[in-house]
């Protein structure tokens, strides 16, 4: 629904700012889709009378007129076709700045002109470039056309929930404004005492009115208004209309259009003079329709209708689709004297088939599907009726049609206390609740007893009596066996009655709910059902890296706490500063068992010596668990680790694959994969010695925190753990994960979505020999650098060493991926690039390119 | 006219037929049907065509272009098929297919994770302590009497430094409720520690986990059904359960769960001793007194905590009759579990 802020604001004080505004809207439920200004139009354009105007010879359509605003007459020349003296347009005045324009004094075809009279759409006001805006004659000139047209405005489309048609309307929306802002309400005053009513007309001598449906046709009002006068809609009410998306036709129609938009209750006008008369008296019969009915609508098309439509018809014919949309052959026109004013209420699902039936989709159908109220017909009636009289000159004739069938009684609901604290977990005085109800229009009836009553059951609504001690209750239902309701037991409850236009409250919950809304949802503080106990990122880690291992064919396996100390000075040699971390057992049950260990990797090796000796001579092994070293003080150091051991070949001997020996780069693959797949990216690897063959270790840092460690074990450490490497005809592999400072690393951490490239890529490969001793790592950057920001891949594709290739030489192949962020690169760019590339290593080092 | 288009289908239907690779017949296409050829240029001559001879023109052309393009499409095909058919290798298939490398857990961390995701689809949070602890948590804080013997150095291990490894996760029960307020509803897996001689069936190390629930309202009865969903989970849909009064110091009322036996389902065997039933954990209402310890206020929250045996149940689950089994890593075993 699009409503205008300053229509709004004639319903209610509204004194904060946009934001606060629409901060409340939406903490009541009612959802901002889109706000915006409407008609900033700057202050040099102002209303201005044309005094005279002259066409400019030579030219078809432009005029030269004399406009006086007031202060001053200016020539200007203008174009538009109804332009002409006497009118009072909107002026444009030099050096103001339009949207497109800035205006200054010029000359059209010789003629100087100061200044624009402007068109809607050169106001930005809508898209309409028919003629420049034609006020009403009373309007006063030299006046600033936003103090005139109250602008600017805030246009808000707001999305009102199915369960809500009270806010289809203005006064719906400050209503609920009112309630939780607490602002003052100010709306028309409307009764048929303050219309004046013509005494000599009544309705009864010239209309009868025969509801056939009355399932359907809840509530049928009319109104007889007889000499209108048809033209115009003044224009504050036509502004009104354009800001909240409708299109003014004529007074009557829109004054039903208005009164539509500010109580939220469609009407309908139809000429009386089009409806056949019996002795004197036009008929309205509501009805179904016949079979295959035709019916033309005012959207142009004709309708072959079925009967479970509802029409409302005069003596021979439809002349509306109920609720829907009306006739072509009993609408308003401007020769139209006489007007019946319709204001009904049908069934919403009646309407809401008859709508979907013939994908017919009007303000009115939107409304009236979404269950609106028969009491609310009365005053939309009158409202009209009473715009009718003032702005269309019409007389009122006296009386009303109004049948209403099954006219309900006021839905009574008692609410607990009690229950309000314990569905939304705040507690609220009798007081409080009763404000936040008051505020939406429920009347407080009283205290009483609490007793659950059933809006569907057969009789609906059970009667609220007194007990002798002034105590409500609702009289017991028939039919059901909890008659013996004992006062003193049930628990104490509040009753409200409900307006009839909140057709949403139904229940005791439904209110319980309108009072959380009102009394705010940020009140509510929230309540800890779990202590935020549980690390879910180090828990799924750990899993994750055990599951990672577990895939790349490692076994886990699980080892005691205990250390032996001999162990580790066979990994650490008499290094005292690691010995000292160790925490010892006072009462072990041996040696071998009587400290907490410091790593994993000694009892490791005793795995691998254990399955060695029964014939296991190929293993994958992990354990991650903790790892303890001293702090004098609890809690002690307790780290996380996993560390793998590989002993043999990488994978099973297998027909299809040549078997190959585990290698540093298998260890060195492995560890950095792993660091990927858990989002790691900016490490550094170093070479590292510490208890791994220096030659053949490295190690990997993360913000200068060593995360892990991977290498070849010095045969002679592994010795000592009984692995003789030359029996075995392998080394022993080891590398060891900080698995607390990963945690800690990759916190937070998500990986972010990179836009794949626009164009395509292209690849090359080179290959060349060059000397042993230049690093992959440095020609590797030394590419890099060379390609610059058409690199999009680079990797190494081959090392070979063999008859063809130089002793201290090796050949290298890389394979380069190219990506221009901006163009596709052709294939003479990419050669040029990898020209570059090749000098680039011919004049750095003494390679051979192959 | 027409015995043109007929004199160049004889001749593209010789060059087809000959065409014996796809490049070869892709030119050929593109000589013959495509936008540079012969055919293509008869249509740019329609205009030069008196009108009345216009569509009879056009339309030989258009048959003899089908007429190409099928001979084209069939040879295509026919090249296809014969490729496809020289690649085929005649496969032996009866030889295993490729090896991938496949590790796995411990049969003690399958179970153990086992465990955790039943309890955090029951809404529990996993909660971890430290293994080195002190008395007080280990012991006072669990209304363990002073003088009690599982505090013997026979019993528990201590540090140098006077510290203890915990004999039980049930510290971390306690550094919970000293951290947080209730309601708590966590489980604690970990390791203990206690001076027991390996045998078959005892270990100085060996996994727990240890369950706590603390709220208002919270009753014997929930611990009932949490636990027996628990065994559900684990053993499946047709185990019982049953308690039995126990004592612990930090809970009371005390009881052992017993489950019906995985082995022989309740009719009694070797493994239950004929008895039918195997126990499962044990369990109470927590000890007012520990509530009163950790200022937790025990009139108004109740709580109930459970502990059970890791190894005890992955013994129970693999059918593995030898606790050191677990703790030997025989990899002729782990690979079992992969």
Redesign the interface.
């Known amino acids: 629904m699009q409503i205008s802020l300053e229509w709004l604001k004639t319903y209610i004080k509204l004194e904060c700012s946009l934001e606060e505004l629409v901060r409340m809207l939406t903490f009541s439920g009612i959802e901002v889709e889109n706000h915006y200004s409407y008609g900033d139009i700057p202050n040099g354009v102002v209303t201005a009378k044309v005094i005279e105007s002259q066409p400019i010879e030579g030219s078809d359509h432009l005029q030269v007129c004399s406009v006086e605003t007031g202060e001053q007459k200016l020539q200007i020349v203008c174009g538009a076709p109804n332009c002409r003296s006497g009118i009072i347009a909107a002026l444009a005045l030099p050096e103001t700045n339009l949207k497109d324009i800035q205006i200054k004094k010029t000359k059209i075809r010789g003629v100087e002109s100061h200044g624009m009279l402007c068109s809607e759409k050169e106001l930005s006001l809508s898209e309409d470039h028919s003629g420049i805006i034609e006020l009403p004659a009373d309007t006063p000139i030299g006046k600033s056309l936003c103090e005139i047209w109250n602008l600017p405005d805030e246009i808000f489309e707001l999305e009102i929930t199915p369960n809500r048609p009270d806010l289809l309307g203005y006064m719906g929306i400050a209503t609920d404004l009112a309630a939780s802002s607490g602002s003052k309400l100010t709306f028309p005053e409307v009764n048929s005492a303050n219309t004046e009513t013509d005494a000599n007309t009544k309705i009864d001598d010239h209309l009868s009115l025969e509801v056939k449906e009355p399932t359907s046709c809840i509530r049928y009002v009319a109104r007889l208004i007889r000499n209108v006068r048809i033209g115009e809609s003044p224009e504050w009410l036509k502004q009104r209309l354009i800001r909240s998306g409708l299109r003014p036709i004529n007074n009557v129609v829109d004054i039903t259009n208005y009164v539509m938009l500010e109580t939220g209750h469609p009407l309908h006008a139809f000429d009386y003079n089009k409806l056949p008369k019996r002795n004197g008296k036009a008929e309205i019969i509501v009805r179904n329709a016949e079979l295959n009915e035709q019916f033309c609508a005012l959207d142009g098309n004709e309708y072959s209708l079925s009967p479970s439509n509802l029409v409302i018809a005069d003596s021979e014919k439809a002349i509306a689709l109920a609720g829907v949309i009306g006739g072509t052959n009993s609408h308003i026109t401007d020769n139209t004297v006489d007007v019946v004013l319709e204001a009904a209420c049908f069934d919403h699902t009646s309407i809401r088939k008859t709508s979907y039936q013939h994908k017919i989709s009007t303000d009115s159908a939107y409304r009236f599907e979404r269950q609106l109220a028969p009491e609310t017909c009365e005053e939309a009636s009158l409202r009209a009726a009473s715009l009718i009289v003032t702005l269309a000159a019409g007389t009122l004739s006296q009386g009303k049609l109004d049948v209403w069938n099954n006219k309900a009684k006021p839905l009574i609901i008692p609410i607990r206390p009690s229950r309000f604290e314990q569905v939304i977990g705040i507690s609220l005085t009798k007081e409080q609740i009763q404000n936040c109800l008051n505020r939406l229009g429920l009347i407080y009836l009283g205290e009483g007893c609490y007793k659950k009553y059933y809006p569907n059951s057969v009789d609906a609504i059970p009667r609220l009596v007194t007990n002798a001690d002034g105590v409500l209750f609702f009289e017991s239902q028939k039919n059901r066996n909890d008659d013996t309701v004992n006062i003193d037991k049930v628990e104490e409850a509040l009753y409200f009655e409900i307006p009839p236009k909140r057709v949403d409250l139904t229940r005791e919950i439904d209110l319980i709910e309108e009072i959380s809304r009102i009394h705010g949802l940020d009140k509510i503080n929230s309540r ?4 935020n ?3 879910q990122h180090a ?1 799924l880690l750990k ?1 994750k890296l ?2 990672y ?14 250390g032996d100390p001999d162990h580790f000075s066979l990994l650490y040699g008499d290094n005292s500063d690691e010995s000292r971390k160790q ?7 041996n040696r071998n ?1 009587s400290v ?1 260990r410091t790593n994993l990797a000694a009892q490791l090796l005793q ?1 691998a010596s ?2 060695i000796n ?1 014939s ?1 001579k190929q ?3 992990f354990e991650m ?2 790892v ?1 070293q001293e702090n ?1 003080s ?3 150091i ?1 780290n996380c680790h996993l560390t793998l051991l590989a002993i043999g070949d ?3 001997k ?4 040549s078997s190959l020996a585990t290698d540093f780069y298998d260890l060195k693959g492995l560890v950095t994969d792993l660091l990927e797949t858990t989002g790691l990216v900016d490490y550094r690897i170093v070479d590292y010695s510490n208890l791994y063959y220096t030659e053949e270790a490295q190690s990997i840092l993360c913000e200068d925190k060593q995360i892990a460690a991977f290498g070849k074990l010095k045969p002679s450490v592994a010795i000592n753990f009984g692995i003789d490497s030359l029996e075995l005809k392998s080394d022993v592999w080891l590398a060891d994960i900080d698995v607390e400072s990963l945690i800690d690393l990759t916190r937070d951490k998500t990986k972010q979505y990179k836009q794949v490239p626009k164009f395509p890529s292209s690849e090359r490969d080179i290959s060349f020999l060059i000397a042993d001793n230049i690093s992959f790592n440095s020609i590797q950057s030394e590419i890099k650098d060379a390609v610059g920001n058409s690199l999009y891949g680079l990797a190494l594709i081959d090392e070979f060493r063999g008859k063809q290739v130089p002793g201290g030489m090796r050949s290298l192949t890389f394979r380069i991926v190219f990506n221009h962020p901006e163009k596709t690169l052709t294939d003479d760019e990419v050669d040029l690039i990898v020209e570059l590339v090749k000098n680039k290593l011919k004049s750095l080092w003494d390679v051979q390119l192959r | 006219m027409q015995l043109q288009l007929e004199e160049l289908i004889v001749k593209a239907k010789q060059e087809i037929g000959q065409c014996s690779n796809l490049s070869e017949l892709a030119n050929l296409k593109a000589q013959y049907v495509g936008k540079k050829s012969e055919l293509n240029n008869l249509f740019g001559k329609l205009k030069d065509i008196p009108a009345e001879e216009r569509p009879a023109f056009g339309q030989a052309v258009n048959r003899a272009r089908n007429k190409l393009e099928e001979l084209i499409d069939g040879r295509e095909t026919e090249l296809r098929n014969s490729i496809w058919n020289q690649t085929k290798q005649g496969l032996d298939l009866t ?2 297919g ?9 049969p ?2 399958k179970v153990m ?1 086992e465990i955790e995701d039943v309890f955090i689809g029951m ?1 529990f ?4 302590g ?5 008395e007080f948590h280990n012991f006072d804080a669990l209304n363990t009497p002073k003088d009690h013997p599982s505090r013997n ?1 026979a019993d528990t ?5 006077g ?1 203890l ?1 915990r004999t039980q996760t049930s510290t971390v029960q306690v550094r ?1 409720m000293e951290k ?2 209730p ?4 489980i604690s897996p970990g ?1 203990c ?1 206690r ?1 027991d ?1 390996p045998d078959a069936s005892h ?3 060996f996994h727990q986990v240890e369950g706590l629930v603390v709220d208002e309202g919270v009753t014997m009865a929930d611990m009932k059904d949490t636990l027996h969903r628990f065994a559900k989970s684990i053993f499946g849909n047709d185990v019982q359960v049953r308690l039995r009064p126990h004592f612990f110091p930090f809970t009371e009322p005390s009881v052992e769960m017993d489950m019906s036996c995985s082995v022989c389902g309740g009719k009694g065997c070797r493994v239950c001793k004929q008895s039918g039933w195997l126990e499962l954990c044990g369990a109470g209402m927590v000890d007012p007194n520990v509530f009163d310890i950790l200022k937790i206020d025990s009139e108004r929250y109740t709580g109930y905590a459970f502990g059970f045996g890791i190894d005890r149940i992955t013994m129970m689950k693999y059918n593995i009759p030898d606790l050191r089994i ?7 075993v ?2 079992q579990f ?1």
């Not at chain 2, 490729?98 to 411990?106: E, K």
């Not at chain 2, 430290?130 to 002190?134: A, H, L, M, R, T």
């Open positions: 800890q059902v779990v202590p106990i549980m690390d828990f899993r055990a599951d291992f577990c895939l790349r064919g490692f076994n886990e396996v699980v080892n005691l706490s205990f925490i010892e057992l006072l009462n072990p049950q068992l907490m795995t254990y399955n029964r296991t293993m994958r092994i668990n903790r303890f004098h609890l809690p002690k307790e990488n994978q099973n297998h027909w299809k694959t | 030889m295993p490729t090896a991938y490398p496949r590790g796995g857990l411990h003690l961390t994770r809404g949070a996993i909660a971890e430290f293994d080195i602890e002190d150095l291990f201590y540090l140098k430094d510290n490894l919970t947080y307020p309601p708590i509803r966590i390791r520690y001076n001689k270990s100085p190390v677990l703790y030997d890593n025989d990899l002729r782990l690979r992969s």
